[in-house]
């Protein structure tokens, strides 16, 4: 396993399909979080970018073999492990860039409530964020699983579908990644640190569920 | 390894590609899968190769496998060197060992040149021995060859045939469809057909068969240890160079016949002792191997090539 997730991690850097997500959330960050923003704002806006983020590099991951490359990796190491190496790596990709954002967050944002007036913890405030993008990150990877290969095979229906997906589930209340990013701002206003253990614990349990389906089904579905 | 009533079909409706194929997988076998385009061959290879799961039945035993796509595509972005060590380290192996023997399966292809070459820079023909090093440097157990000689260049299609005799002389399984009909000819323990997507066990007796198998071959005398005469037989394996993962064996006993022999030669005995083995030319090799590294080992006499054959193997019938 070691040696596969070597392989789709060279394979991933190498091919510099990274570049446009990590560019995008770069901007998006840029963007979106001015100098001296509430901490607990600021962390919530990188998070909710996380999460189409993590799909886009999932469907990266999942696709960068060519079928042939893919095959001769499938024959030794089984095509499960191979599709869980593929999701791995853009999970780690995805935490790579969670930790960049709240390093981000961290050097331009003010530990206060958004209207200046509270002072917010720096760690508490840095826990919540981290367990935010986090989520965030798991969402996003569930997603990206369920609307790419082996599950949707073309880029027509994948593509889409992983857009509305994301978008759907980070403006619908039910979301648990909307449950976390909504914590941590309806948080900033009084400066209160909602912690988002929940939401975190339950799209943990989404992203394995979606990986280990995925995985099963890809010798299914080639 | 074993298919127990596989069948395979794409889509929750689509037509069966294979049903009900039956098989008991022998080891030390070279397996010819032959059948028209679109006949299903190449599911059974991806089946065959764990690549693909059958929609019915069962797939159990599946050894160490390695597969050749007939087709290497070059949009990776690494050196053949570079991609060859992390498909060895895939393979089980430790990353200088598997930079060593891809190295030197690059070199017996001749492609030693371009192990620093990005993949997407070679040629078809050198991007498909990359492909063939990526099955070999790990000498798996199960070798599935899905029109492996295609794009290769006639001195590098002679390594993988040569290469192949190795796998099935080390006790591997070889499966392979190739669209010449003398490819290995004459070798192949089995013949499948796939028609109307099930598979046929056919006689391997075809024309072309039979021309090789009356074709290219080696005469080798040898002599065995004293105490082995008249024929024993030195121990059927060679000394099996293994993945790191498995355990070194190393056959010890003598096995009585010639059969367990790479290549199946024909044996005689001379007066004095002397062996005189014929192999396919394809096997020379592996039987040379198979006889210098049996325990005790054989001594070799004299290996000839029936063009400079002075004195032709009694067995032969005469030319009309």
Known sequence: MIALLRYQAALFAGSHRWLPPVLGYAAFLALGIQSGAPILDAYGWAAAGLLPIAVWLTRICVTIEPPAARHCAAATAGPGRVHLAAVLTAAGAALLLALGGAAYVLLRSDPHSADHRVAVPVLPATVAGLLAALACVLLGIAIGALCNRPVLRSTASAVPAGLVAALLLLVLGASPANAAVTGLVTGSADGTITVPWLPFAATALIAAAATAATCALSSRRG | ??????????????????????????????????????????????????????????????????????????????????????????????????????????????????????????????????????????????????????????????????????????????????????????????????????????????????????????????????????WSGPAAEPPVRTAAHEPATRPTGLVPGAAELPGHPEVTVGADGTARLTVPAVHSDALLRALLTARPPWHIRSVIHPGTDPDPDPDEAPLP
């Open chain 2, 1 to 230: 390894m074993r298919l127990d009533g596989v069948g395979r079909r794409y889509g929750v409706r689509g037509p069966w590609v294979l049903r009900d194929v039956r098989l008991d997988v022998p080891g030390r076998a070279l397996l010819r899968v032959e059948g028209s385009n679109g006949s299903g061959k190449s599911t059974l290879l991806r089946l065959f190769a764990g690549i693909d799961s059958p929609t019915t039945g069962r797939i159990t035993g599946r050894p160490r496998t390695a597969y050749v796509p007939e087709r290497f595509p070059a949009a990776l972005p690494f050196t053949a060197l570079g991609y060859l060590t992390h498909l060895g380290r895939v393979h089980g192996l430790r990353g200088p060992e598997a930079a060593r023997r891809a190295t030197e399966w690059l070199a017996r292809f001749g492609a030693a040149g371009h192990a620093g070459t990005p993949l997407a820079k070679l040629s078809k023909g050198t991007s498909q021995k990359v492909a063939v090093a990526q099955a070999l440097l790990a000498e798996p157990r199960l070798l599935v060859l899905d029109e492996a000689w295609t794009g290769l260049d006639p001195a590098a299609r002679e390594v993988l045939d040569r290469a192949v005799a190795e796998r099935i002389a080390d006790g591997g399984t070889v499966v392979f469809v190739d669209h010449d009909p003398r490819r290995l000819a004459g070798l192949a323990d089995a013949h499948y057909r796939i028609a109307d997507g099930r598979l046929l066990t056919t006689a391997g007796g075809t024309a072309a068969d039979a021309t090789a198998a009356a074709g290219p071959r080696v005469v080798i005398e040898a002599v065995g240890p004293p105490g082995s005469a008249p």
